[in-house]
């Protein structure tokens, strides 16, 4: 059965292919092929060293000796741009527009401002940026300031007084309903401990790295953890725990920075495994005739040496894996490599 064979017969099976019924395997060697691409991140070894990080777009005010580097409106600016860290907008994309409204509204930024607006307002305002969802987005930001003015003092920063893990800082902010914020669950609670945590705004702390498709992506096509079935859905949230149990056994046991780990593997995803013929979206349309790349021949090798010919971990690499039926269906699916 091809690959598009089996996401069409998962499409009508999604409960076969979620949660309790996929077998997740951690795998011995994971913390070796970590080991490489920390190292590889740290020389600053391609493709790092032609690597820039999204949040390098932020606005000139909030860089050292900017009018509001290391201000609320700083921590502020990071807090809310998570909402547009949920998939479905390009994070350079975000970045570059987010610095935009913020240079253009700062009152956006300014907590208390911000928990008296009127959401309507809010996203009429934001509408003008077309970063999409501003009617779901004003309604976030609005509330948890709200919740930031109540209980932390109008700086998001507070929340993380007191409180030493990552735990503590998921059971803090992850939304429950009862409590936590609107939009934060793990994923968004690792993302703000980076982006803090990056820009000095926080005291360093261990969390495992933002488990979005980049971070499943090079996990699973390097197989350091491998799942069966090899397609599969997302949404019952196992393999992404499996993930971060990853990262935080190799984390304590390698004493590493999860700055360097997060960046080694997001900008590996983002600024190299996009580039593969493999990964396109073509090659993950239902019924498309993908060839593997021929090494053989000089077009398509000309391609392999721009992606997979400069990854620190190729020979481990055993899967493509496109990013359309991820934020399409939330499935992973993959195809193999025979290269």
């Not at 909030?62 to 809310?80: C, Q, T, V």
């Amino acid at each position: 059965m091809s690959n598009s064979e089996k996401l069409s017969v998962g499409l009508k099976n999604r409960e076969a292919l979620t949660g309790a019924n996929l077998k997740i395997t951690i795998n011995p060697s994971a913390y070796e092929t970590l080991d490489v691409l920390v190292d590889g991140y740290r020389n600053n070894l391609p493709p790092y060293d032609e690597s820039v990080l999204p949040q390098e777009c932020k606005p000139d005010s909030l860089r050292p000796g900017g009018e509001y580097h290391g201000s609320s409106k700083h921590a502020m600016f990071f807090w809310n741009i998570c909402s547009y860290m949920q998939g479905g907008v390009k994070t350079d994309m975000a970045f570059k527009r987010m610095t935009d409204i913020f240079n253009k509204n700062p009152d956006l930024f300014d907590c208390k401002s911000l928990a008296e607006a009127d959401p309507v307002e809010v996203s009429d305002r934001l509408s003008v940026y077309r970063l999409g969802r501003q009617h779901a987005v004003a309604d976030c930001w609005v509330k948890n300031a709200q919740i930031l003015i109540d209980k932390y003092d109008g700086d998001p920063r507070n929340i993380f007084n007191d409180i030493n893990t990552y735990e503590d800082c998921v059971e803090r902010i992850k939304n429950t309903g009862n409590s936590g914020f609107n939009g934060f669950r793990e994923k968004m609670t690792s993302m703000i401990l980076y982006f803090y945590m990056n820009e000095n705004l926080i005291s360093e702390t261990s969390f495992p790295m933002p488990v979005d498709f980049h971070a499943l992506r090079v996990v699973l096509a390097t197989e350091m953890i491998t799942v069966e079935p090899r397609d599969f859905y997302i949404y019952s949230h196992v393999v992404e725990d499996s993930l971060r149990e990853l990262f935080q056994g190799y984390l304590k046991n390698r004493d590493v920075c999860p700055l360097e780990l997060t960046n080694s593997i997001w900008l590996l995803s983002s600024n190299l495994c996009s580039k593969s013929l493999g990964n396109r979206p073509a090659a993950s349309k239902e019924g498309s005739d993908f060839r593997e790349l021929d090494v053989d021949n000089l077009r398509l090798s000309e391609s392999w040496r721009r992606s997979c010919g400069k990854c620190l971990v190729e020979r481990c690499c055993r899967l493509y894996i496109p990013s359309g039926p991820y934020y399409d269906k939330g499935a992973i699916r993959v195809i193999e490599k025979t290269t």
